[in-house]
C-alpha cells in the first residue's frame, strides 16, 4: 500500500502535485523529492530529462500521443512552490488488471545513485499492484538489466532486455 510506504505530503504539495502525491525518500534533506501521476509533464522539459540520460530523440508529438496511451505515468518532481522541475520519469502500458509493461524509466543524471531508480520503481509496483495487476515486464537496455536484477526482477532466458516481476 502506498500510504504505507511512502509519506503523503501536506495540503499544499496535494494541491500542487494531485491527491495521488507521494513524498519520495531522498538522502539530501535540502530538497523535496514528490511522485505525481497526475501532475501534468511540459514535454520539452520531459524530452530534455530523456536527452540527458542519453536517449535519442521522439517527436513531441509522438510523446503526447504514447502518454495519453500510457496505463500509468508517474513523474518525479523536485519540488518548487513556483516551477518543479521533471527529475524522474516512468510510464506504463497494460490492462491494468493482469498484466502491464513498464517502459521508459529514468532519473536525470544528476540524481542518479542516490537510490531514487529504485524508489521510482517501487512506487510503480505499488500502484500497479494496488490496481491488482498481476504480473509486470520490463523492456531496458543491456546497460541497465544489472539494476533490474538487483531489485528482484527475473530475466528473459537470453537475459537481455526483457524481465519480469510477479506480484506477490
Not at 502525491?21 to 509533464?41: G, K, M
Request: some cysteine; glycine content about 8%.
Amino acid at each position: 500500500m502506498l500510504s504505507s510506504t511512502l509519506p503523503i505530503p501536506e495540503t499544499s504539495f496535494l494541491e500542487q502535485y494531485g491527491q495521488d502525491a507521494r513524498l519520495c525518500p531522498c538522502s539530501n534533506d535540502q530538497i523535496r523529492l514528490v511522485f505525481s501521476q497526475t501532475h501534468p509533464f511540459d514535454l520539452v522539459e520531459l524530452e530534455q530529462l530523456l536527452e540527458a540520460v542519453g536517449w535519442s530523440r521522439r517527436p513531441v508529438r509522438r510523446v503526447r500521443k504514447a502518454l495519453q496511451h500510457s496505463l500509468l505515468t508517474v513523474g518525479l518532481w523536485r519540488h518548487d512552490p513556483r516551477i518543479p522541475r521533471l527529475v524522474g520519469f516512468a510510464r506504463c502500458t497494460g490492462d491494468g488488471i493482469l498484466e502491464a509493461t513498464v517502459w521508459d524509466v529514468a532519473v536525470h543524471p544528476l540524481y542518479q545513485g542516490n537510490g531514487l531508480g529504485r524508489h521510482l520503481m517501487t512506487y510503480v509496483l505499488d500502484v500497479l499492484a494496488d490496481q491488482g495487476t498481476e504480473r509486470v515486464s520490463l523492456f531496458a537496455d543491456p546497460g541497465v538489466v544489472s539494476f533490474y536484477q538487483r531489485q528482484g526482477w527475473e530475466l528473459e532466458p537470453q537475459g537481455h532486455r526483457c524481465a519480469f516481476w510477479y506480484a506477490s
